[in-house]
């Protein structure tokens, strides 16, 4: 109630003189507890007229020092835009990973009173429910990952819908069928490898967690969906003077005015720079400026790029990006098989990793790279012509694919060294195991493009990436999605260390924490699985030889396996899982 009064006598024309201090000090921490309360799904059935948190911003003037809108005829416009939009932290994007970062936030006691905007671009999901046949759209979440899941609140969501669930791993290639590298669960003392979920599932289950999280009173996290960013500004800091980057026409209107600076300093003295700075220096302090389509400007002492790919975000900052396109599509489609299982298969070939993850008893998902050309083929082929080719390349021999004259393996040694081999390095005794048998093809097959991407930084004063928007990877061995969530739980925890001692979220000395601890861990990742790739691509004789090699070799010590399973499953060897 005195909530909905101080908002009616703010949005006054001329309220009482003795009154506006009074009311502008209530007016932030009342709306605030009433946004909150409201929650997520009323604030996205309602029109942009009848909310104020969807509401643009509906000002006379335009400042011509930082192009924020502003209303100069009454100092309360300019007090509605500090309280109404201003926020601690802005994710823009509401994927998983911009998704389950917030969630981390909003449920981490240090910082559930954090005011944090979730920004996305779709309309929010209005109900889930789990579909007879599995989406075409999964990830293998590792064990660091459903952790993750479960401290934000959201794992028994998803496992109560639907997950797939894989305790062993089979890895092997064309070129010899005893050279195979196989995991098991029970050797690690945890109860899976990993699991496969749909993307939907996590999608809608980390909604519901926001939902339930902006209705709690102590809790500070709004979505704002469908919010499509159009603008970003960023300060910088020249000096021990702060100012703000503004757009290219304020910035040839200012260099008229201050020499060629095209910057506003909160240093100036000049009075008409003190009657119309900007909302963000009357609060003694540089924020980032995010502009909604529809006018709305959002302040924040910190921007999440989790944008995706394409991030707009990342475009904006100016922050490069390096990489490559693999010139391949991977394949994706939702298969049926003639025997449950519970192991995740993959076999290289000559044209790229297949493989095969159990979703539940009857479906699994099939991921299989090609060259552009030869997917594009796979995807219009008849059902029963393209069940027959994944089989097929399950099933075949070493023999099938040396029929167009491909050397085999250790040919090009001398023959006495040839005889010396399988004593020097002895065979396993047991071929690679085969998949079930797929009998069917659930609807169509579907492709996506393959690249690599990363970017040079992941941070820039008052701004940070996370997930797709800084790094983009082969699925070789389902880590895209695990590399991002391990983002959005790095840099979460960034944040708690900030608010614990009192720094500024957007602070460059804060943020490179979280840049160089991901940039390293990723990089080395990316670049492993992109190694991977290409050994298994070469197949002339010595380069096939040594990979047959190494094979055995990494099969037979347990050190390597070992370090490869942590490293796939993100956690720590001999310690519980809960404890990571």
């Known amino acids: 109630m005195l909530g909905r009064w101080v908002e009616r006598s703010v949005g006054r024309r001329r309220p009482l003189p003795w009154l506006q201090g009074p009311l502008l000090w209530l007016q932030g921490p009342l709306l ?20 104020p948190q969807q509401q643009p911003l509906q000002h006379s003037q335009q400042s011509s020092e930082d192009g924020a809108e502003e209303d100069d005829s009454s100092p309360y416009g300019r007090a509605k835009t500090l309280f109404y939009d201003r926020y601690d932290i802005v994710c823009v994007g509401g994927g998983i ?6 969630a ?15 920004l996305e671009s779709s309309p929010p999901p209005e109900f889930y429910s789990v579909p007879d046949v599995p989406d075409l759209r999964v990830a293998a979440i590792a064990p660091s990952s459903r952790r993750c899941f479960e401290q934000a609140g959201v ?5 109560h819908r639907r997950v797939g669930v894989y305790t062993d791993m089979h890895v092997w290639d064309t070129t010899s069928d005893d050279a195979h590298v196989h995991w098991a669960a029970e050797e690690y003392g945890v109860s899976e490898l990993g699991h496969v979920v749909e993307n939907n599932n996590m999608q809608f289950s980390l ?15 709004d979505v704002l969906a469908p919010a499509k960013v159009t603008r970003l500004q960023m300060p910088s800091v020249t000096g021990s003077a702060l100012h703000l980057n503004a757009n290219p026409g304020f910035a040839t209107r200012q260099n008229k005015r201050t020499g060629g600076s095209g910057n506003v300093s909160q240093r100036s003295n000049s009075s008409s720079m003190k009657r119309r700075q900007s909302p963000n220096a009357r609060l003694g302090g540089d924020f980032a400026r995010v502009t909604l389509d529809g006018g709305r400007v959002i302040t924040a002492k910190l921007v999440v790029g989790a944008d995706g790919a394409n991030s707009f975000v990342r475009k904006a900052s100016g922050i490069e990006s390096i990489g490559f396109d693999y010139n391949q599509m991977g394949v994706v489609a939702t298969v049926r098989t003639d025997a449950p299982h519970t192991t995740a298969w993959q076999r290289f070939t000559p044209d790229g ?11 699994s998902s099939v991921v299989w790279s090609n060259p552009t050309h030869r997917a594009r083929e796979l995807c219009g082929v008849p059902k029963q012509k393209l069940i027959q080719e994944m089989n097929d390349l ?3 021999p070493p023999q099938a694919f040396r029929a167009d004259g491909r050397d085999t393996p250790g040919s090009f040694l001398p023959p006495q060294l040839r005889e010396l081999m399988p004593v020097l390095f002895p065979t396993q005794g047991d071929a690679a195991p085969r998949p079930p048998q797929i009998v069917d093809v659930v609807g169509k097959p579907a492709m996506f493009p393959l690249k690599f991407a990363h970017v040079k930084s992941y941070v820039r004063p008052r701004l940070a990436l996370l997930g797709d928007a800084a790094h983009t990877i082969h699925p070789v061995a389902g880590q895209g999605l695990n590399l991002g969530i391990a983002d959005a739980k790095a840099l979460a925890d960034i944040v708690v260390d900030g608010v614990t001692t009192g720094q500024d979220l957007g602070s460059l000395s804060l943020l490179q924490a979280y840049s160089e601890q991901q940039l390293k861990v990723n990089m080395a990742k990316m670049t492993a699985m992109s190694g991977i790739l290409t050994a298994f691509t070469v197949q002339s004789g010595p380069f096939a030889f040594a990979r047959e ?4 070799v990494f099969n037979n010590t347990p050190a390597l396996k070992d370090f490869a399973a942590a490293t796939a499953m993100g956690i720590e060897l001999g310690k519980p899982v809960s404890e990571q």
């Open 97 to 102: 990973v911009g998704s389950i970062f917030a």
């Open 155 to 159: 794992w028994e969501r998803i496992e």
């Open 549 to 552: 090699l190494g094979l055995h």
């Open 32 to 51: 605030s507890t009433a946004r909150t309360r409201r929650g997520m799904a009323s604030m996205s059935a309602q029109s942009p007229a009848s909310s």
């Open 104 to 118: 981390l936030l909003a449920s981490n006691p240090m910082t559930s009173k954090l005011r944090i905007a979730v």
């Open 353 to 363: 990793p297949l493989s095969l993850m159990p979703i539940d008893d009857t479906h």
């Open 394 to 396: 399950f099933a075949a």
């Open 207 to 221: 909604f519901e967690r926001l939902t339930e999280l902006s209705t709690a009173p102590d809790c500070g996290v």
